[in-house]
Every structure is written in structure tokens, then in C-alpha cells.
């Protein structure tokens, strides 16, 4: 059973909604409850067996649709992501926000894997770190062979 006010999972035999402090009542409470009259005789039981069956179906309509959503982390990882990728184009921040970028768009792959953006984003950053491995390794190379010659010339 869920909160009527915040939908809240609520558990059986609780009167209050520990979220929202919204009183609980269940589907029991309504069959048992005795109608209140100041005395008086009450004629209209069938007035008050229709009420009592409206409230019923409509905590019944309640429980049985279709809970919201919470909103994904979706939203946190990539806004996470692109701040620090902007922080990127600072010198001084460079190191420490490709770390943070990182990890963001990897624990967003791995928390949200149905997000698509995430995907592309994760593809694409494993790609540019792929790229930028093999560049460093190549300028590298270049670097060593332009020293050995240079290191010949001198002798």
C-alpha cells in the first residue's frame, strides 16, 4: 500500500506515514469502522455501505496504478560530467576535472546503463582516452627517435 499524498510504500499496521505524517487509512479500517450517528437511527445503511465501497475501489484504483518514477541520477551524472569537462579548459582545474568527468560518465554507465546520452557519452570518452593514448605513445616515439639523432650529430 502507498501514501495517498507522497507515495510512500507504506507497511501493514502503521496509522501515520512516516515521510509526510499523513494519516493511513486501509482497506480494513473502512469495512470495520461502525457508522458515527449522534443517537439518532441510521436508515440510510445503504447510503453508507455506497460510501464505504467508493472509498474502497478508490484506495483500490490507488494501490493498483502506476507508480511515478523517481527522476534518474541520469541528470546528476551528466550535468557532473559536463561542468567538469567545461572546468577542462582551465589549466590549473585541467587535471582534477578530467578525473572528476571520468568518474562521472563512468558511474553514470554503470548506475544508468538504460540512459542513452550516457551511453554515447561513455563510448565517446573511452574513445577520445583511446585516442589520446595512442597520440601520446606516437609523439613519444617521435621525441625518442629526434633525440637519438640528434645524440649522433653531436658525436
Do not use: H
Request: with cysteine; charged share 15%; proline share 4%.
Amino acid at each position: 500500500m502507498y501514501c495517498k499524498r507522497c507515495r510512500y510504500e507504506l507497511k501493514d499496521g502503521w496509522n501515520v506515514c512516516p515521510k509526510c505524517s499523513e494519516a493511513i487509512v486501509s482497506n480494513d479500517s473502512i469495512l470495520n469502522a461502525e457508522p458515527k450517528s449522534s443517537g439518532a437511527i441510521v436508515s440510510n445503511d445503504s447510503i453508507l455501505n455506497a460510501e464505504r465501497l467508493r472509498q474502497i475501489k478508490a484506495m483500490e484504483n490507488i494501490d493498483t496504478q502506476e507508480l511515478p518514477t523517481a527522476p534518474s541520477n541520469a541528470v546528476i551524472y551528466l550535468a557532473v560530467y559536463f561542468a567538469s569537462t567545461l572546468l577542462c579548459f582551465i589549466p590549473q582545474t585541467r587535471a582534477i576535472a578530467s578525473v572528476v568527468a571520468l568518474i562521472a560518465i563512468v558511474t553514470g554507465f554503470i548506475k544508468c546503463p538504460e540512459n542513452r546520452a550516457i551511453k554515447v557519452l561513455f563510448w565517446l570518452t573511452l574513445a577520445w582516452i583511446v585516442c589520446s593514448i595512442i597520440f601520446s605513445i606516437i609523439i613519444m616515439a617521435m621525441c625518442v627517435n629526434a633525440l637519438a639523432d640528434c645524440g649522433s650529430s653531436w658525436r
